[in-house]
């Protein structure tokens, strides 16, 4: 029979198995993103990156591998990748990994479902910028481009590919010792990127369309806070979220975060409370006292 201790002890444990960080990378400068007339010719999985993107992606993996390594105080990180289909992210990767001696990654996995939000097929510009408008009338989240894909319906594999991720972690098929800190890397694409934050941390359709997308090989780094929680609010600043699109509200979550125990959950999020239950509460109120009269 276990004890209060031996379970204390066992959370412990799992709780040292977990990533302490998991890094989400955009794919370094493509053809299509310096020149739309790109998608009309090669469809959008092939599009490779410029010199330019090759030089951005080789610079994020001295970057990255400072931050996993604690600008080298750690002795003792390991890295997975996870990187999307499509040429530019594996190439994206591959300048990456210049930076990572081979002892410390532990593996590489492709990962069909954070690939690019589907646009349709070969994408005629003219009909493109009529469609992107749209778009922007009718709602970023919600609009699916003909032959494609919506926001929403990319949120739909994200949180497919999160609870795979989360029976690797469970199931240690990362083959990573308590005594190593594992870091994981996920090489995707800008929208894809913002739907996992937007399902990872419960944020809403209209903090979404907020949010703004992030410039070529940027990355955001969720590290494990005191408590076991990831937390944006860990790495960066509170003047980085708000440039990403982050409102107060949204940024005083990830600092709540950053210090809270693994499995609290923040009542205080006034996201909710706020725009729906106070308001449904005085008209209830308001009703109670019609049916008094």
């Not at 499509?86 to 081979?102: D, V």
């Not at 992030?214 to 806070?225: A, D, S, T």
């Amino acid at each position: 029979m276990l004890t209060a201790g031996d379970t204390g002890q066992l959370h412990q444990n799992h709780q040292k198995l977990l990533p302490k960080r998991i890094i989400l990378v955009r794919h370094g400068e493509s053809q299509g993103n310096k020149d739309d007339a790109a998608y009309t010719v090669t469809p959008d999985y092939k599009i490779p990156l410029t010199p330019h993107g090759i030089e951005q992606a080789n610079r994020a993996g001295s970057n990255i591998q400072l931050v996993v390594s604690d600008h080298g105080a750690s002795r003792n990180w390991k890295v997975y990748f996870y990187v999307s289909p499509y040429e530019r992210t594996r190439s994206t990767l591959r300048e990456i990994g210049r930076a990572f001696p081979r002892n410390r990654i532990i593996g590489v996995r492709e990962e069909c479902r954070v690939r690019e939000q589907d646009f349709g097929n070969f994408q005629v510009a003219e009909r493109m910028k009529i469609i992107k408008e749209t778009r922007e009338r009718f709602g970023r989240f919600f609009y699916r481009f003909p032959e494609g894909e919506s926001a929403a319906d990319v949120f739909d594999r994200v949180s497919s590919f999160l609870e795979s991720l989360w029976r690797d972690v469970d199931m240690h098929r990362f083959h990573c010792q308590p005594s190593e800190e594992l870091n994981l890397v996920i090489v995707s694409h800008g929208l894809a990127i913002r739907v996992f934050l937007m399902k990872w941390f419960k944020w809403t359709v209209e903090q979404f369309e907020r949010l703004n997308n992030l410039g070529n090989c940027e990355f955001r780094v969720m590290q494990m806070g005191r408590g076991g929680e990831y937390s944006l609010a860990v790495h960066h600043s509170d003047e980085e979220m708000q440039a990403w699109g982050l409102t107060p509200e949204m940024i005083e979550d990830q600092k709540w975060r950053a210090n809270a125990p693994r499995g609290a959950w923040n009542e205080n999020c006034p996201w909710y409370l706020d725009a729906f239950f106070d308001s449904y509460a005085v008209q209830s109120d308001d009703c109670g006292a019609e049916d008094e009269k």
